[in-house]
């Protein structure tokens, strides 16, 4: 990954071929990497999972937001997540393999040690 910043905070973050626009007018922040992270890991643990248990999900939508403390060091106070599937697998198999993700997923594991993490889990 590689960031190229002029005029202020006006950027670019290279990773492999794709590029990101990062500023605070019209283009993607740090947090807003750092929640796209925080989903993509846990979604990918949770696929991991899945795969080992012989579950299937059909789609996922991941919505991640959080708050930010407002003294300094300003770091995560809490982080929430929405997850909506959708399987034809049983709905306890899916939630077992759900918490096993949430404990098992190393951005959760960290980003647990210095804010609350909450997560819901819905069905379609």
Avoid at 26 to 45: M, N, Q, R, S
Avoid at 67 to 74: E, M, Y
Avoid at 108 to 119: G, P, T
Wanted: proline letters at 2%; hydrophobic letters at 40%.
């Amino acid at each position: 990954m590689k960031l190229h910043f002029e005029n202020g905070f006006h950027g670019v973050t290279q990773i492999n071929h794709q590029r990101i626009e990062m500023n605070r007018e019209t283009g993607v922040g740090p947090y807003d990497l750092t929640f796209t992270a925080i989903g993509g890991c846990f979604y990918a643990t949770f696929l991991d999972l899945c795969d080992h248990l012989h579950l299937d999900v059909e789609w996922c939508d991941l919505e991640v937001t959080g708050i930010k403390r407002q003294t300094v060091p300003t770091t995560l106070e809490t982080v929430d997540i929405a997850v909506t599937i959708k399987t034809k697998n049983s709905i306890d198999a899916v939630t077992e393999a759900f918490d096993q993700a949430s404990a098992q997923c190393s951005m959760l594991v960290m980003v647990r040690s210095v804010a609350e993490v909450n997560i819901q889990l819905y069905f379609a």
